[in-house]
């Protein structure tokens, strides 16, 4: 039985279908041991006999449109790819605190690579971890056009791509086991 953490796009715990036990009794629905929410914003852990990784990503994302109307995105990482992105200390060094935060920012399609030149000011790509399809990044809060960057990411990635804080990966990782 492996191990994996679910992140999901577009969450926002103020919609009712949204809450976590919810979409725990989706992921148990659909034959999911395990299963624990981990903060309200969409991630969640569960265990499966199935190591077809794109298929569960496919088969969530549909129960959770045709259940609870959640269209965002799923994007399921092992507990191992975890494991390997907190063991490379990406941002050995740096300090996430409210002006500063160290973002991992997982894409779909893993091909795709890494983004290339970022021509935002506020936002530092530090590196693309193929293993876990995930994009490293230190993002300075301190100015209001941050959010540039998402858009710039979508348009290299599309919307299948969702962002946590270095510190949302190292819980769930922890929650994991």
């Known amino acids: 039985m492996s191990r994996y953490a679910a992140f999901l796009r577009g969450i926002m715990p103020s919609n009712p279908n949204m809450k976590n036990d919810k979409l725990r009794g989706v992921f148990e629905g659909l034959g999911f041991d395990e299963v624990s929410p981990l903060l309200s914003s969409g991630n969640l852990v569960f265990s499966s006999d199935e190591t077809d990784m794109p298929a569960l990503e496919d088969r969530i994302q549909q129960a959770l449109q045709a259940e609870l109307g959640i269209g965002g995105g799923t994007l399921i990482r092992s507990r191992e790819q975890l494991q390997a992105l907190v063991d490379l200390d990406p941002f050995t060094g740096l300090t996430h605190c409210r002006e500063t935060y160290l973002t991992v920012t997982f894409v779909k399609d893993a091909a795709a690579g890494p983004p290339g ?61």
Request: glycine content about 4%.
């Open 117 to 177: 030149a970022n021509t935002e000011e506020t936002v530092r790509v530090l590196g693309y971890d193929k293993p876990a399809a995930a994009i490293l990044s230190v993002i300075d809060n301190t100015h209001p056009n941050t959010t540039n960057f998402m858009a710039w990411l979508e348009k290299k990635y599309g919307k299948d791509i969702t962002t946590r804080t270095f510190l949302t990966v190292q819980k769930t990782l922890k929650k994991l086991g």
